[in-house]
Every structure is written in structure tokens, then in C-alpha cells.
């Protein structure tokens, strides 16, 4: 079983490419747009090709065999 690494979002929701980038996955919008649209990302566990999903608080993020949870 994968460990979930809690992270805590202070907003609303956070977009799934920003949410990437502020976890330190990618460091560009351009590489989080590209993990994203080769299906390399699941939300929920489904995979995700929208780049603007909105990511709330509670929602699982896998990619590279981490998985996060939005606090």
C-alpha cells in the first residue's frame, strides 16, 4: 500500500497544473500540461487529461507512484 502524502490547500480549490507545480512533481506549466495530456496523472483514480480540473480538497492525486490527498 502507497503512503498518502496529506497536503493542505488554503484556498477554495487549486487547478491541476498549478497543484503539480506547488507540489514539486514539475516545474513548469509546460511539463505538468505534458505528464497530464500523455495520461500520466489520475484524480480520484481516473486518469486526468484536463490541465484547469479543478482539484478540491479531499481529492486523491496519483502520479510517479505518490499519491497526495487535498486537505
Excluded: H
Excluded at 489520475?42 to 490527498?69: L, Q, S
Aim: charged residues 35%; glycine residues 8%; aromatic residues 8%.
Amino acid at each position: 500500500m502507497q503512503e498518502i502524502e496529506k497536503v493542505k490547500i488554503t484556498t477554495e480549490f487549486i487547478k491541476l497544473d498549478q497543484c503539480l507545480k506547488w507540489l514539486a512533481i514539475v516545474g513548469s506549466g509546460s511539463e505538468a500540461k505534458e505528464i497530464i495530456i500523455n495520461e500520466e496523472v489520475k484524480v480520484n483514480g481516473e486518469i486526468e487529461v484536463r490541465r484547469g480540473r479543478k482539484i478540491y480538497p479531499g481529492y486523491k492525486i496519483e502520479v510517479f507512484d505518490r499519491v497526495f490527498e487535498i486537505e
